[in-house]
């Protein structure tokens, strides 16, 4: 079935150091990509999305671009702060009906 | 002023109780949902809801219910609670029924014992 499949945490990087969290997905057809940040007692935020092959998301230095030939959306940041410390969740949608996300990464940025 | 609100925060209570968990939204969306994020993180739909129409995920049990006073609330109620329920519980909330852009709560971590 549509799934998404996204790196093991915990990752522990050390402020202004390169982020990549990779994601890859399993659909029928053509989803819709997301990811999703969950801060420590907070519920999920649209960080980014990307809505077709090669769009490229991005929002607060995040960035993730849908490549369809690796089905792929992984995400990268290139210096990460203290405050960026949280849950990141990968997510595909197909159709409308469904929201599939993945077992989400935990990152811990130190200073 | 907090978009997507759920209470409790958290709840404890004993196996084979009936609780409910309250979600209201001030965003004006037609479409709710209900979460259910286990002890691993992964996240999975239990129910999208509109005031036309209820999709629920085949897998979940018919112990769960939403219930939907009005457009902005749309509560879960949970009959017969067992041990495997124990979870956090996020609602959300879309301006229709998209998964393009939702918002979600503070999370309700239920406890059974």
């Known amino acids: 079935g549509d799934s998404v499949t996204q790196m093991e945490g915990p990752v522990t990087l050390s402020e202004e150091a390169f982020l990549t969290i990779n994601c890859t997905y399993t659909?029928?057809?053509?989803?819709?990509l997301f990811w999703y940040v969950q801060y420590p007692g907070e519920g999920l935020q649209l960080l980014l999305k990307a809505t077709k092959a090669d769009d490229k998301g991005s929002n607060k230095g995040f960035e993730a671009t849908y490549r369809k030939e690796t089905t792929s959306f992984h995400l990268e940041k290139g210096s990460v702060q203290v405050s960026d410390s949280a849950v990141y969740f990968c997510?595909?949608?197909?159709?409308?009906?469904?929201?599939?996300f993945g077992a989400g990464t935990r990152l811990t940025v130190k200073p | 002023d907090t978009a997507v609100s759920q209470t409790p925060k958290y709840l404890v209570t004993q196996m084979g109780n009936d609780k409910s968990i309250k979600c209201e939204q001030n965003l004006g969306h037609d479409t709710m949902y209900w979460y259910k994020q286990d002890s691993k993180k992964f996240l999975k739909i239990m129910f999208s809801?509109?005031?036309?129409?209820?999709?629920i995920n085949e897998t979940v049990p018919n112990r769960f219910s939403p219930k939907s006073p009005d457009k902005a609330h749309l509560n879960l109620h949970i009959n017969s609670l067992e041990l495997g329920d124990s979870a956090v519980y996020f609602c959300?909330?879309?301006?229709?029924?998209?998964?393009?852009?939702?918002?979600f709560g503070p999370g309700t971590r239920l406890t059974v014992l």
């Open positions: 997510a595909l949608s197909l159709n409308n009906n469904d929201m599939r």
């Open positions: 959300a909330s879309s301006r229709r029924v998209s998964f393009n852009e939702q918002f």
């Open positions: 659909a029928t057809g053509y989803p819709s």
């Open positions: 809801y509109n005031n036309k129409e209820l999709i």
